[in-house]
């Protein structure tokens, strides 16, 4: 991973993370994000003084963080409904008049903002909105590429899919294998530098996008590809099988959080049968890749007790005759070695 | 169906026809589908002296086509990519200028071409662009809706899934109950006079379109639902998966080209076998309707000789236990029979 922004673009890290007024830590998700998998990018966190959380970064300030080397302040908070209000509006612009550009993973989208596209120009600054999709992306192909890929998959939304492609990109590559985690959510896409958020791309590009994301690879790497939703979830099921479909996987991770309910904001709608829900991955991706194999399986098990929680991928992994962790709490070493075993050539 | 077009909106029949320079059948698919299934709407055709085809419809100029009663011009011609050539806009602002509305199922928009905004705007006529979807269309939300709706879905794209819905309603209409053909591309949009592109739409929000485009009914009427794509499609099974989700379809009708070697555009992705097509279609509709039904299965059997197709029919008929028929050279009474039976009060 090159500490760049998108390929050509003149931001990147380091970076100051906006945390404005955030009021809880669901809303610095994805600052959290970038700070625990990019500390190195991250020279300090902006916080107002209501602001009532913190990442543990060091507190600074605007022109202070450009005198110390800060390239681009990254807003990382996020609103009820995604929305700037006119505090992080006028943080943005104060931002780029000290200098910075200035990315975002909010929904509300910097460019849409007249008053922050105007003052980057008169600034020379670049804005960067990690929910927009590029433009160009092509149709999907379902051509066969060269290159190794591993999807993240779910039983739902949230359920640890990003974060269970980063940790075997972290392992794979503590161990000299190649390997580049491929982002497709705001969050992920800042931790990369580079992504697509395929579910903002038009509908008919689904799978070209996520051809354009893990391109042929010829270097004998991996791609660890940031699955999204579920093919069991009713709101977004069509984003997660043209994912499926274009990432064209090689291996599946079926990503879980075994204490929800229901599918996410939706009560009427159980969580699949862990089972039912990797068949049916299967089954999908093999329209592209009729060699797909599973490789493990990743509990969330934040809500359980310890030895629950073991007892849980113990079974689950006898189970499925795979490898079953926790990536947060148990790593996911047990899930490389199986990998690495199942495609040594 | 109203007379309308868009509700509220100013535009709608009587049409006129745009065949501008087309210079063969292919191109002018939108027109032909307007004038097949809405004869009523259509005053007459505008075709310049290089026009190659026809739909046997009078031949008006458009000063004429306004005095005659026209209230818009259709736009339904598709040159190569989509695009307008400097011809085609100079007749859709000669249009406006005449006093017509102007509505296009064309790739480049109406609304992007400078010079027709500016002749629309001063003549105070209306653009509209089929293949723009709304803005504002929520996510799905998977809840239970009031109604019978039925969707075709495929086995591949272009196969007779607009064409069987239509059929489909037409029968209903006729043997007096109520049903609602609901159009997802840019042909059955203008058909129907409303619609949602649901190609076009951002990938989040295909499930939440198709619950738009076929609201709770209480008035035991039937939604026909225009399918799109196919699940077995590498490169828009996204767009089949939330159409099929959000539609929550009742009963499903399949719909294939018995003559095709490949799927469209993908020569190394082979036509799906029927019955595993239809059971992924029933497995997958279930999430958001468990007491799902095939009631039919419609055949496009133009290349085939008569009594070829009526045999193939027979035979897959006997396979799937259901009604199959041609619906342009054998009608679809036998589905609607069916139809009718499988739901009955």
Redesign the interface.
């Known amino acids: 991973m090159s500490a760049q922004g998108e390929e050509g673009a003149p931001w990147g890290p380091p970076y100051v993370l906006y945390l404005g007024s955030a009021a809880d830590d669901l809303s610095i998700k994805t600052a959290r994000g970038l700070a625990y998998w990019r500390p190195q990018w991250c020279l300090g966190q902006y916080r107002r003084e209501d602001c009532a959380v913190t990442l543990g970064l060091r507190d600074v300030g605007l022109a202070q963080s450009l005198a110390d080397g800060a390239r681009t302040m990254v807003i990382g908070v996020a609103n009820a409904g995604g929305v700037m209000g006119p505090e992080m509006i006028a943080d943005a612009i104060a931002a780029l008049e000290a200098g910075l550009h200035v990315v975002s993973g909010l929904h509300h989208r910097l460019n849409d903002d007249p008053d922050i596209v105007a003052a980057a120009r008169s600034h020379g600054r670049t804005l960067f909105d990690a929910r927009a999709p590029r433009p160009g992306i092509p149709?999907?192909?379902?051509?066969?590429r060269a290159g190794r890929r591993l999807l993240t998959v779910g039983t739902d939304c949230s359920v640890g899919k990003m974060y269970t492609a980063l940790a075997l990109e972290r392992s794979l590559r503590r161990r000299g294998h190649r390997a580049d985690f491929r982002a497709t959510g705001q969050t992920g896409i800042l931790v990369a530098g580079s992504g697509i958020p395929?579910?903002?791309?038009?509908?008919?590009f689904?799978?070209?996008a996520a051809e354009a994301i893990s391109p042929a690879r010829n270097d004998d790497g991996w791609d660890l590809i940031e699955g999204q939703g579920s093919?069991?979830h009713?709101?977004?099921?069509?984003?997660?099988?043209?994912?499926l479909?274009?990432s064209q996987p090689d291996a599946l991770v079926l990503c879980h959080e075994p204490t929800r309910r229901h599918m996410r904001g939706?009560p009427?709608?159980p969580i699949p049968d862990l089972m039912a829900c990797m068949e049916?991955n299967l089954?999908?991706a093999r329209?592209?890749n009729p060699a797909v194999k599973p490789v493990g399986i990743a509990l969330n098990t934040s809500s359980l007790p310890v030895d629950e929680a073991h007892a849980l991928c113990e079974r689950v992994g006898a189970l499925f005759g795979l490898p079953c962790q926790d990536p947060v709490s148990m790593g996911v070493e047990a899930m490389t070695d199986h990998l690495l075993a199942s495609f040594a050539k």
Chains 1, 2 share one sequence.
Do not use: C, E, R
Request: net charge negative.
């Open positions: 149709v999907g192909t379902g051509k066969p395929i579910d903002a791309v038009v509908a008919d689904i799978s070209g093919l069991f009713p709101s977004f099921a069509g984003v997660s099988l043209g994912l479909h274009g939706l009427g709608y049916a089954a999908a329209l592209t």
